[in-house]
């Protein structure tokens, strides 16, 4: 299949949205083509997403021309596992299984309340 401007802007690019407090707008990205990159700002979430369409045909066409790797979207196929091993000392270890018994939770449970907590 060709890679051309139908191609990537028919993707399933993730769309975020947020609203803006100090001015009461709503902007709208794409997180998967860089940070900054591809956004939109408008009045109401509808418009901000319309826009963004816009903003992201621009983007791609510009990225074609100039020959730069555009990435694809993540399916949730390439997402990790949702495992992994960490080595703590044993002194944090019984730490966090106090606090776990603390809030009558798992471990697992625990731990995957505070990590998310502090990602947000």
């Not at 709208?28 to 901000?48: K, R, S, V």
Request: hydrophobic share 35%.
């Amino acid at each position: 299949m060709k890679k051309d401007i139908q191609y990537f802007n028919n993707l399933p690019y993730k769309v975020v949205i947020e609203f803006n407090e100090g001015d009461d707008t709503w902007t709208a990205y794409h997180p998967e083509l860089g940070w900054g990159t591809c956004y939109a700002i408008g009045d109401t979430q509808d418009e901000a997403i319309k826009l963004l369409a816009d903003e992201r045909k621009d983007l791609l066409e510009i990225l074609l021309e100039d020959g730069v790797e555009i990435p694809e979207p993540k399916l949730e196929e390439e997402l990790p596992s949702g495992k992994f091993m960490v080595r703590i000392p044993r002194s944090l270890h019984q730490h966090i299984r106090e606090n776990a018994e603390k809030e009558s939770v798992s471990l697992n449970q625990y731990v995957t309340t505070v990590l998310a907590e502090k990602a947000g």
